[in-house]
């Protein structure tokens, strides 16, 4: 009696191996062709390790078969893996001989769990996480098999193999009694005959769009082994598949007595989501509705009001903001060089202008958008850093938020909040897209390709149109004329506007169905990913025409009227231009469209030239000036700068040494401003032109 349920186990295991040869043999997919024969001829013809098996084809073959390998992964995986084995020594022997162990790696598992789902009920089973990788350590070697040499007392040596079956556990085991003799005695570890596989430990974080309002994200480590080392970056949002397994703490080891475990990942497969947004499903009744929409002529209306309908008025900026979700199209030329499609937004404002309210309704409108406040971010917050463990000592790579919103949108608030050496460490992302590192012998450059929303507060409080946007903002012209398109929101008392603003406030307050979108959230979310995935406008003739008649006519614009010896003020750069195809772009995706018009050209002129008229106005010269944005300084005050130093010359030729006041007393004279006089002079003293040999006395540096 005792001995029939052993024979029952013995039979059934030897039907899972069965089970598992017969679907790789007979498994047909829907055109009828005989799959993972034709998988494992592939695997065999490349030399590769691992056959990647559809859970929905096991599913779809025997149900048994998957709940089989849900419930008891390690012998699921071992029966599968034997008979992967089994196949290729009877189809392809020679392949079989020299290959060495193969792997079963199994991906699209139907139910995919959180990062904060895993719980003590799946420890042993099969799951399926996805999430974003911030941490990479190196690869190392893990020990398999062990060779032992067993010194007898006579001083024979026994050389074997420990364990005989299977593969050694986490920690080293050491064999009792030797299985040559069956004595005991000093056993010694041969490493150089002993078996090793590759061995490397990442760390996945949730989501962004999935951490719930006032948590902190959490992580969970994921060891890979064999092919699978590499196989994803700092920065890669991946779905793993594996067996939860539980390790000791660092409290237990420290603290005797407790038993708390933590939890890990065994990964059987990574999946690298390569493309950008491919975490949002899109099924055919969704894309029936996206195009739908897409026929509405007044569909860019409708998406522009939609954003932050509780938010009044600011067309344009919700405009560019509906711009920036969507995105101009990227280019990568035959040599590797990558023009970037993302748009960059800024805006600088009054208090209480519901900047923060904009940023953070984008972050969380956008597929893949992450918020983070220039005030609580650092360099390697934003960007990446190489951290050191404390347990190992080894160095490793961690991501920052511009790494992980790649693809996506990434709002910064407060961005003229954030200190010097963190704010330009954002030059590199804002331009090229890319995160550089060199640090503790680590060198990597990972990927950072989102689209910037930032917002800050002019330095004075309030905005001052008097003064150019370098001197109401505390950020320097090199970041400055890395955005797109940067918007100034005045709060400027006006009675219509103000009795407007208070019925909506007030509505809004007193019904919420007010502030309802034309288009639901959900849906609007979805056509935007399907617009960045699948919509690639190109510019036709007429669109060429019109952006390049525009140039030219911004360029010619700073000549006429000045004396030919004087440099005209340059009105727009090539950095603009592309901006112009870039929102010109982005202009036609809101469509659908997979061409550009000159309805998209003139609407990109609109709302760059709102831009320009605001930004990139010299005050003294009343033109449109690029370089009050590139570099901080007009033609203008340039020319001015040039004045003043020739009349310091002078000054310095006749008297080596020179009164401070005595000085800007002269220069009144000659027609300076005091104010202008003066931060010039302090100017000079910082780069070294000038100095003070007496407090008030001022003295120009020789040079030889």
Not at 401 to 418: L, S, T
Not at 443 to 460: C, E, I, K, Q
Request: charged share 30%; with cysteine; hydrophobic share 40%.
């Amino acid at each position: 009696m005792a001995e029939a349920p052993q024979a029952s186990v013995e039979k059934e295991a030897v039907d899972w191996k069965l089970k598992f040869y017969k679907f790789l043999q007979d498994f047909r997919d829907s055109s009828g062709n005989f799959k993972y024969r034709e998988r494992v001829f592939r695997m065999v013809h490349m030399m590769q390790k691992s056959l990647v098996v559809d859970f929905s084809d096991i599913i779809l073959y025997d149900r048994e078969l998957a709940r089989h390998i849900e419930g008891e992964p390690d012998e699921a995986l071992e029966e599968f893996r034997s008979a992967l084995a089994e196949y290729l020594s009877k189809e392809h022997p020679e392949y079989a001989e020299v290959a060495g162990k193969v792997y079963v790696r199994i991906r699209q598992p139907p139910r995919v769990l959180k990062i904060r789902e895993l719980s003590s009920d799946y420890i042993g089973k099969f799951v399926a996480i996805e999430g974003i990788v911030t941490r990479v350590t190196r690869v190392e070697a893990k020990l398999v098999k062990a060779r032992y040499v067993h010194i007898t007392p006579e001083g024979e040596l026994h050389e074997f193999d420990y364990p005989e079956h299977g593969e050694m556990g986490e920690r080293i085991e050491k064999p009792v009694v030797c299985p040559v003799c069956g004595r005991t005695g000093r056993f010694e570890l041969v490493l150089e005959k002993s078996k090793f596989i590759d061995w490397q430990k990442i760390v996945i974080q949730e989501r962004p769009e999935e951490i719930p309002p006032g948590q902190i994200p959490r992580n969970i480590e994921v060891i890979l082994t064999g092919d699978l080392v590499d196989s994803a970056r700092p920065g890669d949002r991946s779905l793993i598949t594996g067996i939860l397994r539980v390790m000791p703490t660092q409290a237990v080891q420290k603290a005797s007595g407790r038993s708390v475990f933590s939890f890990y990942i065994e990964a059987n497969h990574v999946d690298v989501q390569q493309k950008v947004l491919e975490e949002i499903e899109i099924t055919r009744e969704d894309e029936e509705k996206i195009r739908e929409l897409a026929k509405d002529p007044w569909i860019r209306e409708k998406i522009i009001a939609s954003i932050a309908p509780s938010i009044y008025g600011y067309y344009d900026i919700k405009e560019a903001i509906a711009l920036l979700l969507f995105g101009g199209v990227p280019k990568v030329m035959y040599d590797g060089t990558r023009i970037r499609g993302d748009i960059h937004v800024l805006l600088v404002g009054d208090p209480g202008t519901a900047k923060s309210q904009l940023l953070q309704y984008t972050a969380r409108l956008a597929p893949r958008g992450l918020y983070t406040s220039g005030k609580g971010s650092t360099a390697a917050g934003l960007t990446a850093t190489v951290l050191r463990d404390k347990t190992t000592g080894e160095y490793y790579l961690e991501a920052g938020a511009m790494v992980i919103a790649d693809g996506g949108v990434a709002a910064i608030d407060e961005i003229d909040k954030m200190r010097e050496e963190d704010r330009s460490a954002i030059h590199e992302a804002l331009e090229q897209q890319t995160v550089s590192i060199a640090k503790a012998g680590i060198v990597a450059r990972l990927n950072a390709r989102a689209s910037v929303l930032a917002a800050g507060n002019p330095r004075f409080g309030r905005y001052d149109l008097t003064q150019p946007i370098s001197k109401n903002i505390d950020l320097p012209p090199t970041i400055l004329s890395r955005f797109d398109l940067i918007f100034v929101i005045q709060d400027i008392p006006s009675e219509v506007k103000d009795r407007r603003l208070a019925r909506h406030i007030i509505g809004v307050h007193s019904d919420i169905e007010k502030a309802k979108p034309f288009i639901d959230p959900q849906l609007l979310k979805k056509y935007i990913s399907y617009a960045r995935k699948y919509v690639r406008p190109q510019l036709t003739p007429e669109a060429m025409k019109l952006i390049e008649e525009f140039y030219v006519a911004m360029r010619r614009s700073g000549i006429r009227g000045e004396e030919a010896k004087s440099p005209p003020p340059i009105a727009i750069t090539p950095r603009q231009l592309e901006a112009l195809i870039r929102l010109a772009e982005a202009h036609a995706k809101m469509a659908l469209r997979d061409k550009v018009t000159i309805e998209d050209v003139e609407e990109a002129i609109r709302l760059m030239y709102t831009t320009l008229r605001k930004v990139g106005f010299d005050i003294e010269s009343k033109t449109i000036d690029i370089d009050v944005l590139e570099t901080g300084v007009s033609r203008s005050k340039r020319e001015k700068i040039r004045e003043f130093m020739k009349f310091l010359n002078e000054v310095f030729e006749q008297t080596p040494e020179i009164e401070l006041s005595q000085l800007i007393k002269m220069a009144r004279e000659k027609g300076f401003e005091k104010e202008f006089a003066y931060e010039t002079i302090q100017q000079l003293k910082r780069s070294g032109e000038l100095y003070e040999p007496s407090p008030g006395r001022l003295q120009k540096i020789s040079k030889y």
